[in-house]
Each structure stands twice: as structure tokens, then as C-alpha cells.
């Protein structure tokens, strides 16, 4: 009987992290995703995943920052499945404003979700990694880390540091069989995105050689594809999901 895998999501409850979640539930994995948020509707995402096929679902509130909440999540994944096959980091928060207006709160909160957060995750995830000599770890990066934007330094500097740090990694794990990528994301239909003006989206889908946004589904097909075996000789890249804008 084949081993039931996990996927540990964090910042899975909404965006491209649920359907990534959502993603790797129709396979059958076990599902566990953290949240920060005390509006969020556990039981409805439960019931979702488990419709949508997941094994099992485990759903803790805890916040990437902070170490010792996640030490207990992984050790409470661990402790429930023996085992996380595949992480995603997924969890970031924008701050978006110009240079010369953007003050050191806007600058360190982003930092410290998007690339602190992203590096206390991992470095508890991998040592449980380590002991089973196998795993993939994809990190949500974005093609602002790659070209830049305006209005964006500080985001921009998150997401180009999980590069760096993605690729750093992608070399510390291969001797132990595990893979490290990152995701960059174009412009994507999100939360984030609804609420720009028509005209706004229409100038950027102008600009795309496809002439338009991508989804958080297709992002999601490229995140399962990286966890899977099928991509077991793919480790230390950056795959931009752009719609041709970085070409």
C-alpha cells in the first residue's frame, strides 16, 4: 500500500496558496496549512479540502515570524503524519509605497513575513526532511524579485532574496535528495489584483504577450508539478510564470 504524502502550505486558506492546497488534496495528500488570522473559517476549508480529496486535513493558527509557534506546527504535523513530503512557502503580505515615502515599519514587516518567514519555516521543516532523505521545497518568489517595481523595493527585495536563498539551499540538500525551486509569479488573478480599476488590469493584460492575467489554478499546476517526482531532476530554479512578460 503506497505511503499517504504530506504538504505542509503556509498562507494557504486564500489566493494561490489554497489552490495549491486544493491542488495537492485531489491527489490524496494529507493537507496542512497554517493561518494567521482569527476570521478565518477553519471548518468550511476542511471541508473543501476533504471534498476536493485530501487524506487528512490539519489546519493551526500560527505565524511564519515566529519561531517557537512554528516549531510546535511542524512538530504537531510530524507527531499526527510522521512525515512532511513537500513544503510550500507561501505566506507574504505587500507594503507597497515609493522610496522616499515608505518608512522602516513598511519596510521590515515585508522583509521579515516574505524572507524571515520563509527561512524559519524551512529550517524546521528540513532537519525532518533530512532524516527521510527525501523531499521538495518550493518557495513562492514573484517576477518583481527578478526585473523590480516601481513602489516596491521593499517586496521586491523579499522576493529576490528568497531566490538567493532558494538557490543556496537548492546546494546545501541535493546530497540528501532534496529539491529546492521557486515560483515566480506574474500577474496573477488574486484578492490583491480584484481590486484594481478595469482600465489598470486592461493596461497591464496589454503588455503580457498572452494578453492576460494568469490564474492561481496554473500557478498551482506549476507548485504540484515541483513536489512531485515527475520533477526529480529539477532543484535549485526559478520558473517564471509570467505569460511571456520576462521573456
Not at 88 to 93: D, H, K, L, T
Not at 138 to 161: D, E, H, R, T
Amino acid at each position: 500500500m503506497e505511503e499517504t504524502k504530506t504538504i505542509l502550505v503556509t498562507g494557504g486558506t486564500r489566493g494561490i496558496g489554497k489552490q495549491v492546497a486544493l491542488k495537492y488534496a485531489q491527489s490524496g495528500y494529507n493537507v496542512a496549512i497554517n493561518y494567521v488570522s482569527e476570521n478565518t473559517d477553519t471548518k468550511s476549508l476542511e471541508k473543501e479540502l476533504k471534498e476536493a480529496g485530501a487524506k487528512d486535513v490539519l489546519l493551526i493558527k500560527a505565524n511564519v515570524t515566529n519561531s517557537e509557534e512554528i516549531s510546535k506546527l511542524i512538530e504537531e504535523i510530524i507527531t499526527k503524519y510522521g512525515a512532511i513530503d513537500v513544503l510550500v512557502n507561501n505566506a507574504g503580505i505587500t507594503k507597497d509605497n515609493l522610496l522616499m515615502r515608505m518608512n522602516e515599519e513598511e519596510f521590515d514587516k515585508v522583509i521579515e513575513v516574505n524572507l524571515k518567514g520563509t527561512y524559519i519555516v524551512t529550517k524546521a521543516v528540513t532537519k525532518y526532511m533530512m532524516k527521510k532523505r527525501k523531499g521538495s521545497i518550493i518557495n513562492l518568489s514573484s517576477v518583481v524579485g527578478v526585473a523590480g517595481n516601481a513602489g516596491q523595493c521593499n517586496y521586491s527585495a523579499s522576493k529576490a532574496g528568497i531566490i538567493g536563498f532558494t538557490k543556496s539551499l537548492a546546494k546545501e540538500l541535493a546530497s540528501r535528495n532534496i529539491r529546492a525551486n521557486a515560483v515566480a509569479p506574474g500577474f496573477i488573478e488574486t484578492d490583491m489584483t480584484s481590486v484594481l480599476p478595469e482600465n489598470i488590469k486592461e493596461n497591464i493584460s496589454s503588455q503580457i504577450p498572452l494578453k492576460r492575467m494568469g490564474t492561481a489554478k496554473e500557478v498551482a499546476e506549476l507548485v504540484y508539478f515541483l513536489g512531485e517526482d515527475t520533477s526529480s531532476y529539477i532543484t535549485g530554479q526559478v520558473i517564471n510564470i509570467d505569460g511571456g512578460m520576462l521573456m
